[in-house]
């Protein structure tokens, strides 16, 4: 649906600085907009496309472009933000059994693949804590055990995972007990798996 000159016109006000031919020229553009975000939900993209449309034509580009970098910088900081907020969360309430993996992608608008991995991270950081904590506790030959201990913090899981198979690579597990082996092998296993 184009928009109307007069549309136009009432969503720039009565102060909008533009000549008539910029005015011709924005609504062409409203039009193209309109066609790029042809949906009722939509709306918010079409009205910051057409912000951006009107700034350029009345603002510096570079002032145009240092301001939507800055929003979109924000709007992924948030993004993450709220994103480690809900894994968290459902690394607390799904293990509970508060919610099904099902129910908590349902409730939050996520897959139910994601409430997945974010659930099986914190397993895996677990497993390969308790197997690096029992490498070091063993003083495994493994030639830089301060790594292993750095590795007891770190929150990626495939570094950790990395760092549990190097020092698997580089010493024996021997001297393990057969419960301790079986907890070994799980955890290379996985970490295999990971990286």
Known sequence: MSMQRYELEAWLGDDHHLTD????????????????????DD??????AL???????????TEV???????????RAAESAASAGLQQAAQTVVPDGEFSE????????????????????????????EAIFL?????MSFGDQQQLNDALGIRDTSAQASTLLTALEAG????FSAEHKALLQRAEKRARQVV
């Open 21 to 40: 031919d910029q005015l011709d020229d924005l609504l062409a553009e409203a039009d193209e907009i309109s066609e790029r975000y042809p949906d009722v």
């Open 102 to 129: 099902a129910g908590f992608a349902r409730t939050v608008g996520v897959d139910r693949m994601t409430v997945r991995k974010w659930t099986q991270d914190r397993k895996d950081r677990a497993l390969f804590n």
């Open 43 to 48: 709306q918010p993209e079409r009205d910051a």
């Open 51 to 61: 912000a951006a449309a009107y700034r350029l034509k009345i603002e510096p580009a």
């Open 172 to 175: 024996s597990t021997e001297s």
């Open 65 to 75: 472009l240092d301001d939507l970098t800055k929003q979109l910088a924000d709007a």
């Open 135 to 139: 490498l070091v506790r063993a003083d």
